[in-house]
Nanobody, 130 residues
Framework: QVQLVESGGGLVQAGGSLRLSCAAS????????MGWFRQAPGKERECVAA????????YYAESVKGRFTISRDNAKNTVYLQMNSLKPEDTAVYYC???????????????????????WGQGTQVTVSS
């Protein structure tokens, strides 16, 4: 079965960096979209970045543009989220997600929609102190 396993979260000071990893297994993800979502306490889960595995096309939320970079490693079947210039408002649980339809259509409406994704990881906590 499909498994998405996140790692790399932790506590960092404002202005610092973290790199999250999402190891994917259970099928070929070549036509999938891989998304990074985050959810802060009391807030909706939001998409911060996504990548279309086949083309490496990317999407970023406005709030993270210029600071976060999503990438993928075919050989390791892993997606990364490099987070730089972190702010306290980036504090959240970060989730990796995957979906075939999102990857096939690469529609922004679907990319940003948490309900469009079929597979989810367990999440990793990122805390940015001020």
């Amino acid at each position: 079965q499909v498994q998405l396993v996140e790692s790399g979260g932790g506590l960092v000071q404002a202005g610092g960096s973290l790199r999250l990893s999402c190891a994917a297994s259970g099928r070929t993800f070549s036509n999938y979209a891989m998304g990074w979502f985050r959810q802060a306490p009391g807030k909706e889960r939001e998409c911060v970045a996504a990548i279309q595995w086949s083309t490496s096309s990317t999407y970023y939320a406005e709030s993270v543009k210029g600071r976060f970079t999503i990438s993928r490693d075919n050989a390791k079947n892993t997606v990364y989220l490099q987070m730089n210039s972190l702010k306290p408002e980036d504090t959240a649980v970060y989730y990796c997600a995957a979906d075939l339809l999102v990857g096939s259509t690469w529609s922004v409406t679907l990319i940003r929609n948490r309900y469009a994704y079929t597979y989810w990881g367990q999440g990793t906590q990122v805390t940015v102190s001020s």
